[in-house]
């Protein structure tokens, strides 16, 4: 059997961390408004972990961000400058 590397996208989540600030929302607040721990919310941003559907949206709502800037928060794949 060949070997088969899974792929897994690295995201940028800059955006995403500036606005939390900007909203006063620490990974600790934002995690228990999410009913999630703070080690765990911790790992997604720092993709260790995935965001899941329901929690883009909760984040998205709580934090205003608007249905067509979901992608710039949460799908900017970091680029690697050579």
């Known amino acids: 059997m060949a070997n088969l ?3 897994s996208s690295v995201y940028d989540y800059s955006k995403l961390k500036t606005r939390m600030k900007e909203h006063r929302y620490s990974i600790g607040t934002l995690a228990e408004d999410l ?3 703070r080690v ?3 790992k997604k941003l720092n ?3 995935s965001f899941t ?3 883009i949206v909760k984040i998205a ?3 205003d961000i608007d249905d067509d800037q979901i992608a710039l928060y949460f799908f900017t794949s970091v680029v690697n400058k050579k």
Do not use: G, P, R
């Open 5 to 7: 590397e899974i792929l």
């Open 35 to 37: 009913d999630i721990t």
């Open 40 to 42: 765990s919310l911790s």
């Open 47 to 49: 993709n260790h972990q």
């Open 53 to 55: 559907q329901d929690e």
């Open 61 to 63: 709502k709580l934090l």
